[in-house]
Structures are given as structure tokens and as C-alpha cells.
């Protein structure tokens, strides 16, 4: 049986995925497409990538006549009656492989009507109310004393980089917290402790976890720092 888990991911704006939902004029070969794209550059944490023609047949299954259409439409722009959604920064001629971005700004794409680009934008600014509303909600107790401890150890290596507040509403300190959580998930609460600890003890690493951005540079070496710390 399958079970996919959330570990890893792709880090998707939720503002860019409700609207590629919204816009709605995407085949199924374009969608593919545009989610095997989506995947080997956000999903890799980068925001370009060579791609060819052969990752883009394994991937999605279609046929090479038909991914052909649908990067003619998903790539050229919505004046020259395109969709817009992505964009050529580089790569070829062929056989090379080009290199794509997706376009984030989906006012930009090729949507039916201003009615409908207007009612997107409305929709989506709700939908970023309603994640507001969310965000302000508790915090899991067990990220929130992970957090507590990273920043003890952020303060003392660094004083002068700082740390955010221990306070619910900080949206960097929420950030740390779910951060800490994530890594709790996947390891335990002791293995994050214990990585944190090494990491404060350690001279090389102590100076590369350290600031504001201290919760994302343990989460992007959270694997060696584990092997490292347990060994």
C-alpha cells in the first residue's frame, strides 16, 4: 500500500497553487507538465532547471508530440496566445535541453476574461485572510521548546545577529517553532536536542547556525548534523 509522506516536499507558494487552480484552462498534459517542472525546481529548492524531453516522457507519460504542444503553450506568453506559466532562461539548442523558471506572477498568465482575473485576485486575497487567521493559532509545544533552545544557543554564538522573540505572534518565531516541529517529526525531540547541543559545541558548525536564519540552516544540514552528532 502506498503511503507518501510529507517528508520530503515541494515548497510551494499556497498563493501560486490556489491560483494555477483558479485559472483553469490547463489540459492534462499541461498540467503534468507544469507540476514535473514545478517539482524539479522548488521541489529541489532552486528556481530554474534543465529539463528534457526524456525526464519530461518518464515523468508525466505522455506522449513527446504532446508535451511538445503543451510547452509551446505553457511557455509562450499570453500576448502571442500562450498561457504564460513558464519561461526559457537559458539552455539548447537541441538536442540540449532547455532551462525553465515558472512565471510566480500569475497576473501575468493568459486568463478568459478580466472578470475572471479580477475575481482570482479576490478570491486569493481571501484565501490569504483565511491563512492569516490560521497562522495566528497555537503552536505545537514540542517545536516551541526546540525553538526556545536553538535561540539560547543563537544568542550566545552571535548576540549581535539576534533572534526572534519567543513570542506566538512574531511570524519568524512561528517559523522557527513549525521548523523545529518538522525536524521533531522526523527525527525525535532528544535527536534535535542532541544535534542542537552538538551543533553549540562544535567549532566548525557553531558558526554556521547562528541568527535569524538559524531554524533554516539546521532544517538544510539537518541530515550530516544528525550522522555528525550521533555518531
Known amino acids: 500500500m502506498a503511503s507518501p509522506q510529507p517528508i520530503p516536499y515541494v515548497r510551494v507558494s499556497q498563493e ?32 530554474r532547471a534543465e529539463i528534457g524531453m526524456s ?6 507519460g505522455k506522449t513527446e508530440n504532446g508535451i511538445y504542444k503543451a510547452l509551446r503553450r505553457l511557455k509562450k506568453p499570453a500576448a502571442d496566445g500562450g498561457w504564460g506559466m513558464l519561461t526559457v532562461v537559458g539552455g539548447g539548442p537541441p538536442p540540449k535541453p532547455l532551462i525553465y523558471q515558472i512565471q510566480k506572477d500569475w497576473e501575468l498568465w493568459a486568463w478568459k476574461t478580466e472578470a475572471e482575473l479580477v475575481a482570482a485576485r479576490m478570491k486569493l486575497q481571501h484565501y490569504a485572510r483565511m491563512g492569516r487567521k490560521h497562522n495566528a493559532g497555537p503552536l505545537p509545544a514540542s517545536g516551541v521548546a526546540l525553538a526556545r533552545m536553538l ?18 505572534g512574531n511570524h519568524r518565531w512561528r517559523r522557527w517553532a513549525l521548523t523545529m516541529h518538522e525536524l521533531e517529526q522526523r527525527s525525535s525531540m532528544n535527536i534535535v536536542r542532541q544535534v542542537i547541543a552538538w551543533i553549540h559545541n562544535d567549532e566548525t558548525w557553531r558558526g554556521r547556525v547562528k541568527g535569524l536564519s538559524a531554524d533554516q540552516d539546521l532544517k538544510s544540514h539537518f541530515e550530516i548534523l544528525c550522522a555528525l552528532a550521533l555518531r
Open 55 to 60: 525526464l519530461l516522457i518518464s515523468r508525466t
Open 16 to 47: 501560486w497553487l490556489h491560483a494555477v487552480t483558479l485559472f483553469g484552462r490547463l489540459s492534462t498534459t499541461e498540467w503534468a507538465v507544469l507540476m514535473t517542472v514545478c517539482a524539479e525546481t522548488w521541489g529541489w529548492s532552486r528556481k
Open 151 to 168: 535561540r539560547e544557543h543563537a544568542l550566545l554564538i552571535a548576540p549581535a545577529m539576534g533572534a526572534p522573540p519567543a513570542d506566538k
